[in-house]
């Protein structure tokens, strides 16, 4: 379980988030908390995460993609029971986005769930091998 960050929903846990991401061997297990990102650059494939409600924090349009977590060249990333949520205050008409993928590989959705987001909440370039199952966009 991610540890050292508020995972409040208020607090920027950026930085925490991607500590905990680089820690864990196979799974990164929230355990149900809130977490606010804002240009986290997802650090390395064959990671599952679960069981959170990411907040995309309203700076992220000035983001890569302007996506709030973004993956590039990876292989093997999965988010299971997931909520991403667009943070409050941040302009809806912005293209801010949850996530984006660029030539990335095997990339799985499970019981996720996209709230706040107009026009695209995901981004995607060059990705191959998509699974979605039982998702709300």
């Known amino acids: 379980m991610a540890k050292n960050g ?31 990102v804002s240009g986290l650059s997802f650090p390395r494939g064959n990671l599952t995460v679960r069981n959170a409600t990411i907040i995309v924090g309203a700076q992220t349009a000035n983001a890569s ?20 949520t667009l943070a409050a205050g941040a302009n809806p ?27 695209n909440a995901m981004y995607s370039s060059g990705t191959q091998i998509v699974l979605v199952d039982d998702c709300g966009f």
């Open 6 to 36: 508020a995972f409040d929903g208020q607090t920027d846990d950026t930085a925490p988030l991607r500590a905990a991401l680089q820690a864990a061997t196979h799974a990164l297990e929230l355990g149900g908390r809130t977490t606010l």
């Open 65 to 84: 993609f302007g996506a709030g977590i973004t993956h590039d060249s990876l292989d093997g990333v999965t988010y299971e029971n997931v909520t991403f």
């Open 93 to 119: 008409s912005a293209m801010v986005r949850a996530l984006a993928f660029v030539n990335c590989r095997n990339v799985s959705f499970k019981s996720c769930r996209f709230r706040g987001f107009t026009g």
